[in-house]
Nanobody
Framework: QVQFVESGGELVQPGGSLRLSCEAS????????MNWYRQVPGKEREEVAF????????KDADSVKGRFTISRDNAKNTVYLQMARLKPEAPAVYYC??????????????????WGQGTQVPVSA
């Protein structure tokens, strides 16, 4: 059974930093790209960053470029999202998902239908 368990979200002040973790299970973790997404209430889930399965190359969305860093530890089946200079904005729930690269898309597509509970990151005003 595919599972994703996100953690690390907590209230943070503007300009602060936070590291999120996502432990995955039920599939061959090292064989997949890994994506981070975030979702603000009332809006669609959006890609934030992904890291490849092969050379661990990474890409960030323009909205977080230069502030967020994605990394992975295949030995622990875990992907991380280091966030810095957080902006005061609506609370977002962050999710991770295994991804399959698509030649026509900027980010890998979700590999599975089962999502984790996510971890919320509220940024105080």
């Amino acid at each position: 059974q595919v599972q994703f368990v996100e953690s690390g979200g907590e209230l943070v002040q503007p300009g602060g930093s936070l590291r999120l973790s996502c432990e995955a299970s039920g599939f061959s973790f090292s064989a997949y790209a890994m994506n981070w997404y975030r979702q603000v209430p009332g809006k669609e889930r959006e890609e934030v960053a992904f890291i490849s399965s092969t050379d661990h190359s990474a890409k960030d969305a323009d909205s977080v470029k230069g502030r967020f860093t994605i990394s992975r530890d295949n030995a622990k089946n875990t992907v991380y999202l280091q966030m810095a200079r957080l902006k005061p904005e609506a609370p977002a729930v962050y999710y991770c998902m295994a991804g399959i690269p698509h030649p026509d898309l900027e980010f890998p597509v979700a590999a599975f239908d089962s999502w984790g509970q996510g971890t919320q990151v509220p940024v105080s005003a």
